[in-house]
């Protein structure tokens, strides 16, 4: 209560004017409880009011455009306040996500890889709630190309804080200390057929390697179970999927067959842990124009997910309970 | 590192009000001889001991002019980014004007330093872009009309330059937009629709490069020297919708086709000739640069971020806040 109290403080005494960027909606979201000296009457009311305060001021930043973004379009505040929110309830009520290994990820920069699957990338969401509300991390992943072509996904993308998956783009936000994560199987992992579940795919050209090598991070192998049961793809219309510019167009026992409400994921029990950083000092920053070494660790990390994915799929036990 | 400095100084474009302001400030510098400002119209402000001479750059008179004077110093701010003549015009002046003025550089001995004023444009705008674009990065998806497209060509003829004459301090400045109470581009207009469009699913990153800061640097360049290439642009990105918030400007998603098709009838018959296809991609895909090479070159930073750029602009313009802000209150 206490701490709860002094993080408010600020809170109570801000006007819009003075620290607009700093985040307040997640404090509105848990202020449920907190109430100060001046309320303690009527503490319902003084919490409710200052619910209703904060939140038209956050209205306020918000329609005068009050906000800052970096260079990649992060916006925190939108992020916080009402992304991470809707992939919250996801989250803690339909997935009942657990963790394991969050004290692996490191403070600094970091390469974070893991499994992709899920049909849609429900899984990155997923990844980003974990991090933000259990290791305080803000992790920025690298996205398909098409993503950011798509209306509406491409920019809620970018204001999640999520960009292109190239190495300019990786190495930059590598060298401002950020916790970076990809998903080096990309559209073959996320949309790889039901029977294939579990399975890794190939980990793409390994570029990942060389952006950890030249960066000098470490690489988090993180393991995402519970995913391949949300929308079990069982067929792929290749003929539409060509026609509509998309990678695959997914067959699954609800959709299309279920309209619109095919569209829900199935409620599948979620586990995702992060494993022992892997440090690659062993080898110098050289090493990433060195295809050979480039590849065995490619198949190392791979191993290792791989590894941690089969580990971890046992002790979760059955999919949906 | 203040070389042998510009004795008699060349401005292009100096009726446009990029080098009008230039050439102003040129001529306040007690180091610099002479400056002799060029143009196809005369300026419309006074330029103070700045001798105009109105030739066209796509002509050998040009050439006339260097060598007569002695001229060893050229800023080259001709490039003509909004479309107030048709677009054929644009890319004669712009193109073949460039080609004139090299040519002439070139052959003239006392040319010593070439200034040249690009765009950020030269990148174009993709969604396969990385965040940010460095001096060496090369486009992703090339511009492929426009001005845009004349800019890069430019800066290949000012690279073919470059080899030819190893002796020539040559720069090439790639601003991002410029924005400020004096500015009439394209964006400016495009700012001032009753009901400003925009792309329905994108919010475009944009970076501003403020009219002072744009003018320093150039400043800077010409007097001391710093070869290559660099990218202006202030600190900082705003997305379009957080600029037009700012501004108070009601704005309206529309999907990009009939954001074309509205682009192209506004050219076509309100005159609105800057709603060019470049300038549609920019608000779609935006683009933002870095601007690291420059500070470090010129150990200075932009006075203005894009955010105050942007908040200089939209004061000047007397743009408020909007209606549903106001009724929230400012407290």
Redesign the interface.
Known sequence: MNNARHRHDPHDSD???TGARVIRLASVRDNGGAEDDTSREAPERGSLERGIASG?AF??R????????????F?PEFNSAVLLPLARALYEHWFRVDLEGVENIPDGGALLVANHSGTIPIDALMLSVALHDHADRRVRLLGA?LI????????LS??AGH??A?Q??AA?LLAKGELVGVFPEGFKGVGKPFSERYKLQRFGRGGFVGTALRAGVPIVPCAIVGAEEIYPKIADLRPLARLLGLPYFPITPTFPLLGPAGLVPLPSKWLIRFGEPMTLDEYDADTADDPMTLFDITDHVRENVQHMLDDALLRRGPAFL | MPAAAARVVLVTGVSRFLGARVANTLQADPGIERVIGVDTVAPDVPLGRTEFVRVDIRTPGIAKIIESAGVDTVVHLNLVTSASASRAKAKELNVIGTMQLLAACQRSPDTRKLVVRSSAAVYGSS??????F?EW?EPVDPPKSGYAKDAVEVEGYVRGLTRRRSDLTVSVLRFANFLGPGVDSPLTRYMHLPVVPT?????P?LQFVHEDDGVEVLRRITVEDHPGCYNVAGD????L??????A?RPYLPV??PSLSVLGDMGRRFAGLTGFSPELLRWLT??R?IDTAALEDELSWRPKYSSEAAFADFAAAQGFG??P??TL????
């Open positions: 006007d819009a004017e038209l209205l306020r918000r329609l005068s455009g009050d906000y800052a973004v970096d260079e990649f379009g916006d190309d950011y072509q798509v209306p509406l996904l491409g920019h970018r204001k960009t292109l190239c300019a783009d930059r | 969604p396969m872009d990385p965040a940010v460095g990065d792309v329905l699913g994108f919010d990153r900082g990105v705003l997305l919708s957080q600029a037009l918030r700012r108070g999907p990009s895909y935006g933002v806040h909007g549903l802000t929230l209150g400012r407290g």
